[in-house]
């Protein structure tokens, strides 16, 4: 019986602080107020390391597609291009992508995966990686390189949603 009782308290108390950390989770919304719809980030630009590029640093374009409702984006496409050959390799993975925000400063972003089929091979992902985000200049970026499962690193992210878009 002591044993129901103490599973039932740490139910509880579980239950509570979930509650409680959703209650100061942050939203994604248009800066118009609105709450759904969609988006690009045009003129974005990733760079990443991994097996295909014997680890060197590849700087690329990317334009990331989704939506966002009820206070989450959803990336549902990315197109990844550049001058650098690699660029036009990856197939990105594990979308679509879930973007949601912890405070009006920072995020995670789920499922971030790609692979490039090139020799050597890579398939990097699924990994949730952490991100900062600025209303003052509408973008996602990061703090800090993010590892990736694979030995794979995203060293740099920056996208610009457009419609334009806050966290609140």
């Given at each position: 019986m002591?044993?129901?009782?103490?599973?039932?308290?740490?139910?509880?108390?579980?239950?509570c602080l979930?509650?409680a950390s959703?209650?100061n989770?942050?939203?994604?919304?248009?800066?118009?107020?609105?709450?759904?719809?969609?988006?690009?980030?045009?003129?974005?630009?990733?760079?990443?390391?991994?097996?295909?590029?014997?680890?060197?640093?590849?700087?690329?374009?990317?334009?990331?597609?989704?939506?966002?409702?009820?206070?989450?984006?959803?990336?549902?496409g990315?197109?990844?291009?550049?001058?650098?050959?690699?660029?036009?390799?990856?197939?990105?993975?594990?979308?679509?992508?879930?973007?949601?925000?912890s405070?009006t400063?920072?995020?995670?972003?789920t499922?971030?995966?790609?692979s490039?089929?090139?020799?050597?091979?890579?398939?990097?992902?699924p990994?949730t990686?952490?991100?900062?985000w600025?209303?003052?200049?509408?973008?996602?970026?990061?703090?800090?390189?993010?590892?990736?499962?694979?030995?794979?690193t995203?060293?740099?992210?920056?996208?610009?949603?457009?419609?334009?878009?806050?966290?609140?």
């Amino acid at each position: 019986m002591k044993g129901i009782k103490t599973l039932v308290s740490a139910t509880a108390l579980f239950t509570c602080l979930g509650a409680a950390s959703m209650a100061n989770a942050a939203s994604i919304v248009f800066d118009s107020g609105a709450t759904s719809g969609n988006f690009t980030t045009p003129g974005g630009s990733l760079t990443v390391r991994s097996p295909s590029s014997f680890g060197a640093a590849v700087t690329c374009d990317i334009n990331f597609s989704g939506t966002i409702n009820n206070g989450v984006a959803s990336i549902t496409g990315a197109t990844v291009s550049g001058s650098n050959a690699l660029c036009n390799l990856p197939k990105i993975t594990g979308l679509p992508w879930l973007l949601s925000a912890s405070s009006t400063t920072a995020g995670t972003v789920t499922n971030v995966g790609y692979s490039i089929s090139f020799f050597p091979a890579t398939n990097c992902g699924p990994t949730t990686i952490n991100v900062a985000w600025s209303n003052a200049t509408n973008s996602i970026s990061l703090s800090s390189p993010q590892s990736l499962a694979g030995g794979c690193t995203v060293d740099v992210l920056n996208a610009k949603p457009s419609p334009k878009a806050k966290v609140i």
